[in-house]
C-alpha cells in the first residue's frame, strides 16, 4: 500500500554532516528521513525555496523534456529500502501509455517538486526504515526517529542547508 507523503524539509544531519529529506505523512505519524547527496539536496532546496537560475539544472532540463513529449508525471514512489539503500519509482503517463522509470529516491523528489506530481513511500518502506535508519554509536534508531518525528520549523532553520 502506498502512503502519501510531502517532503516537510531538508536539512543537515548535525552528526555525519550529510543532507537529509525529511517525508511525512498527512497525519504527521509517519516519517521517512532519506540521507541524499549534496548535489541532489542542493537541485531540492533550489525548488524548494523557487530560486531560478539562469541555465536549466539537470531536473529542470527533464521537466522540460517531458512536457516538450507531452508526457506527464503522475506520481513518485519510493518503492523499496535494500541494503540500507532506498529505491524509488517516476510514474509517467504519454498518449494513454503508462511508463515506469526506475530512479534514485533524490532525482524523483527534485523531478516530483519540479512538477507538482504526489509523492507516495510504499508502508513496507516506511516499515522498513524505523529498523536501520543510519544511527551513531551513541543513538539508536528509535531515538532518531523520534527526534525526527518531533522537528519543528525552527528546528529545521537549525539545520537549513
Known amino acids: 500500500m502506498e502512503i502519501e507523503m ?10 555525519t554532516n550529510s543532507p537529509i529529506v525529511v517525508l511525512k505523512d498527512a497525519t504527521g505519524e509517519g516519517v ?9 539536496a542542493n537541485a531540492i532546496a ?7 537560475l539562469p541555465r536549466p539544472q539537470t531536473h529542470d532540463l527533464i521537466k522540460n523534456v ?6 506527464s508525471v503522475r506520481k513518485v514512489v519510493v518503492s523499496e529500502l535494500r541494503d540500507d ?19 534514485r529516491p533524490s532525482d524523483a523528489l527534485a523531478l516530483a517538486l519540479r512538477l507538482d ?13 524505523k529498523q536501520s535508519t543510519p544511527t551513531t ?7 532518531m526517529r523520534k527526534w525526527l518525528e518531533n522537528l519543528n520549523d525552527d528546528d529545521l532553520g537549525h539545520y537549513k542547508m
Open 46 to 52: 533550489l525548488e524548494i525555496e523557487k530560486i531560478a
Open 66 to 71: 517531458l512536457t516538450g513529449l507531452e508526457a
Open 85 to 103: 539503500t532506498f529505491f524509488a519509482v517516476i510514474w509517467m503517463e504519454r498518449d494513454g501509455h503508462i511508463i515506469s522509470i526506475d530512479s
Open 32 to 40: 521517512l528521513p532519506i540521507w541524499v547527496g549534496i548535489y541532489e
Open 117 to 129: 506530481c504526489p509523492i507516495f513511500v510504499e508502508e513496507s518502506v516506511l516499515k522498513s526504515s
Open 6 to 15: 510531502k517532503i516537510r524539509g531538508l536539512m543537515m544531519d548535525p552528526v
Open 137 to 143: 554509536g551513541k543513538q539508536t534508531s528509535e531515538e
